[in-house]
């Protein structure tokens, strides 16, 4: 039996990964974000305490070995050295060092080989930059998410603080949300059949149902319940 694949890609902080979950848990698919894997392969080689400057592909493919992956309620997730570590991945050394690991051609392939290899045994919604071309080019459904970025700035840091940030923080956020999208420009493409979705003014709710509809309708399957 095929599986059918829902690809979510965007920039930085578009919301993606959040809506991906959310979408999962409505179709009854398992989510896999590939940012996050790219993300504790970062972590891993930081562990090894190489300046992120003198990486080889090499070094970093070796320190992908001590990442493997879990599944987490209805998502799979990466462990290193057999153990989340949410809190480190996300932290601020590994956002600003894991768009030069993300860039090795080897590393690419290793992270699309996992993925692709959740997509074999489950129904996916797959999340990140190049789901919809460069991994899943035959997805049942691909959407492309954007939102302004002070929007973007804004919603990741009311998720990281759990408090209304500042004007200047939400301008520093969007400097560095900005720049980094910039770093992944030759990663990050829309596909030419993707959906695109602007989320700066919908609820989070909202876009999920949209998408929602639409892989229903895609994948023309009744729904559930
Ligand atoms: O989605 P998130 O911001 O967590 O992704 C972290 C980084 O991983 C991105 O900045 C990008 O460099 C890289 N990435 C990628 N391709 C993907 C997903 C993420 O290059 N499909």
């Known amino acids: 039996v095929a599986r059918a694949v829902i690809a979510i890609d965007g920039p930085a902080a578009s919301g993606k990964s959040s809506t991906a979950q959310w979408v999962a848990r409505e179709l009854g698919f398992c989510h896999v ?3 996050s894997l ?12 190489i300046p992120p400057e003198e990486w080889t592909g090499k070094q970093v493919l070796d320190a992908a070995r001590s990442v493997s992956t879990t599944p987490a309620g209805t998502s799979v997730v990466p462990l290193i050295d057999g153990e989340l570590a949410e809190a480190e991945m996300r932290g601020p050394s590994v956002t600003a060092s894991v768009s030069r690991i993300a860039r090795m051609p080897a590393v690419r392939a290793w992270v699309n080989e996992q993925v692709r290899r959740v997509a074999r045994d489950y129904d996916v919604v797959a999340d990140g930059r190049d789901m919809g071309t460069a991994v899943f080019p035959d997805a049942d459904l691909k959407v492309y998410l ?3 970025s002070w929007e973007r ?8 603080l759990r408090r209304l940030p500042t004007p200047e923080e939400i301008a520093a956020e969007t400097d560095r949300l900005v720049h980094r999208d910039a770093l992944d420009a030759t990663q990050s493409v829309q596909a030419r059949d ?3 979705i602007d989320t700066t003014h919908l609820l989070q709710e909202e876009q999920v149902e949209r ?4 892989a229903r309708a ?3 399957r009744p729904a559930s319940g």
Not at 38 to 49: D, G, P
């Open 211 to 214: 998408i929602v509809a639409l």
């Open 146 to 148: 954007i939102a302004d």
């Open 218 to 220: 895609a994948i023309r």
């Open 33 to 35: 974000d590939s940012g």
């Open 194 to 196: 993707a959906v695109l």
């Open 38 to 49: 790219y993300r504790a392969v970062t972590a891993a080689a930081l562990r090894r305490a």
């Open 153 to 160: 700035a804004k919603r990741r840091l009311v998720q990281h």
